[in-house]
């Protein structure tokens, strides 16, 4: 009978073991997921900062050098930006086409995924577009 007893109770134990261990192996993977794949690098674009920092150091460039390196990045990435507004317009024409083109495909039921789909990608779009601005 303690025999039997002790059987039951190891094999709650086992059990409540095994419980907890999936329990515990579920909210790391969570956390691991949350935390290392959930995370987006959205702007890898070292900032005027930065660069002007780095330069800096390796560099050991004096207080005037610097005030004309930040001037520098600063021309460049208004040059660039000016160059990506200009082509913003060709690039939306190709984006609307591309999804014209993906609608002629799908079916009425696959449609409103689609849509719903399109308005995710946007609208994260969007978000990175500010967050770059910034």
Partial sequence: MENTKKRGEAAVLVLVVFLL???LGGVGNHVWGERVWGKQIVN????RD???G???RDLQLTADQQQQLGSIVDDTRAKWRTLYNSIEPQHEQIRQQARDRMRAILTPEQKPKFEEFMRRIDQQRQKDEQQLAR
């Avoid at 890898?44 to 900032?47: C, D, G, I, L």
């Fill in 50 to 52: 930065q660069i002007v």
């Fill in 21 to 23: 261990g999936t329990l």
């Fill in 54 to 56: 780095n330069l800096t």
């Fill in 44 to 47: 890898t674009q070292p900032t």
